[in-house]
């Protein structure tokens, strides 16, 4: 490992923004371009830069429901954003690099297993779509996410709420303060994932100090015990204490030693919108972490030198942090049926609002509590856009791991739903076999896709 270098893959997508004044917009990351190139980074030996390059649909149809299909909800800048995370996995898998950094946008994390339209800026999950992709073709089994953004990664909790295989934690601005709400210490995960989702609620101002106690004595620990095979970074920089959409004080010092901590295989960016106080620092400080090089030159501009914390606000988030220590260590010892009852079905209602697109939606989501594998996922979903007619669709996902009893019964529950008139689509996801099915009601048509065999 100490010849390997980092990859990096810069994808800024200046031909892609929500809107021209949109905060997710094309100059995002002009700043942070220009400072890379003027440090002369990318001439340093431990780095290596790679071209992007696009995922497929069906690296999408993989991990998404997207309605009416993944071509209605991504543009080129979204599978070239997830495509240039895979191709940095396949790097690193191959042992070609050590770690890497996928520089790119549009963000993910927001984006939730059925796909409506954009929520949070993101219309599709790259992390989401790498861990699937990293379990396809390479069959890596235990996998961490470790989201820094400012903003809850509510999108990615949803994916992976009932896989026992990923951990998911994130660190984040209190929900109570901040979109999209959500992310409190009592989202431990399903029946079958239990304590594989854990969240860390911030208060506004804190910094470096109490950021990296969470690392140290949660974070770290925890990932110590699960062991995973592949770390992923969902690595948004919004906790900065100059970023317009939050109001934390992360430095990028101490973005940079949170990395070196971390060791990540790849840090995948999502938010961070201070385009030249804070990303072109920032950006600069992981990369170098990343390459082992040394970062303790990084300093922005306005760096107001070290910030008192909020003794009050420091207590309460070690409160937290021996909290969910303790779910965590105690996590094989709990009486799930107490939590989730003792029903052959654990389901859930969730109210999801798209913010970007203005979609409110409804879901009832039901995963089958089977003893053999994971159990597999159905979700009714009814999408509200504000004018026309609601669409609502039905959607089944098969867990990687399934066993034949789920799968059956998967199978089973699709047919049924394509008799009903009051969905529009149904929805088959396979992940043990890596088949796709859709039906489109008004026109009695399914189509297919299917991917490749392990290891092609």
């Given amino acids: 490992m100490k010849n390997k270098k980092t990859g990096l893959v810069f994808f800024p997508a200046f031909d892609w923004a929500i809107s021209p004044t949109h905060p997710e917009r094309e100059e995002r990351l002009l700043y942070t371009r220009d400072q890379i190139f003027e440090e002369g980074v990318l001439d340093l030996p431990e780095i290596e830069e790679y071209a992007p390059r696009l995922a497929t649909i069906h690296d999408i149809a993989r991990v998404h429901f997207c309605v009416p299909r993944v071509q209605s909800q991504v543009t080129e800048a979204h599978l070239i954003a997830a495509g240039s995370a895979t191709l940095l996995a396949d790097a690193i898998v191959h042992g070609e690099l050590k770690n890497g950094f996928a520089l790119v946008r549009p963000p993910g994390h927001h984006a939730m297993r059925v796909v409506h339209g954009n929520r949070g800026f993101c219309n599709i999950n790259n992390e989401a779509i790498l861990v699937e992709y990293l379990r396809r073709h390479h069959g890596i089994k235990r996998i961490a996410i470790v989201d820094s953004d400012v903003h809850h990664g509510d999108g990615t909790q949803d994916i992976f709420y009932h896989d026992p295989d990923v951990l998911f934690i994130s660190f984040h601005q209190d929900g109570r303060t901040i979109y999209p709400g959500t992310g409190f210490p009592n989202e431990l995960g399903g029946p079958g994932a239990y304590a594989r989702t854990i969240n860390i609620p911030l208060p506004p101002g804190l910094g470096d100090e109490t950021f990296h106690y969470v690392v140290d004595n949660l974070i770290l620990p925890i990932l110590e015990d699960f062991k995973p095979e592949f770390i992923i970074n969902s690595a948004g920089q919004d906790n900065h204490f100059t970023d317009p959409l939050g109001s934390m004080r992360f430095t990028a010092r101490g973005y940079a030693e949170f990395t070196r901590k971390l060791n990540p295989h790849l840090a995948v960016l999502e938010g961070g919108y201070a385009i030249e106080t804070a990303l072109p ?151 043990s076999t890596d088949t796709f099915l859709a039906f489109d009601q008004d026109k009695a048509q399914e189509w297919v896709s299917e991917g490749p065999r392990v290891g092609e």
């Fill in 281 to 431: 620092y920032v950006n600069l400080a992981i990369l170098l972490a990343l390459a082992g090089h040394d970062y303790s030159y990084v300093r922005e501009p306005e760096w107001p030198g070290t910030m008192p914390e909020n003794p009050e606000r420091v207590a309460r988030v070690q409160r937290v942090v021996e909290q969910l220590r303790n779910v965590w260590e105690n996590r094989d010892r709990v009486d799930l049926d107490k939590i989730f009852g003792t029903g052959t079905f654990f389901q859930r209602r969730k109210h999801i609002y798209y913010d970007t697109d203005y979609i409110e939606e409804e879901q009832l989501e039901r995963v089958r509590r089977c003893p053999n594998c994971p159990g597999y996922i159905t979700i009714d979903s009814r999408a509200d856009h504000g004018y026309g007619h609601p669409s609502r669709v039905f959607c089944v996902s098969i867990p990687f791991t399934a066993c034949g009893t789920c799968q059956t019964e998967a199978y089973d529950a699709y047919e049924q739903a394509r008799g009903l008139v009051q969905y529009q689509f149904v929805y088959l996801q396979d992940k």
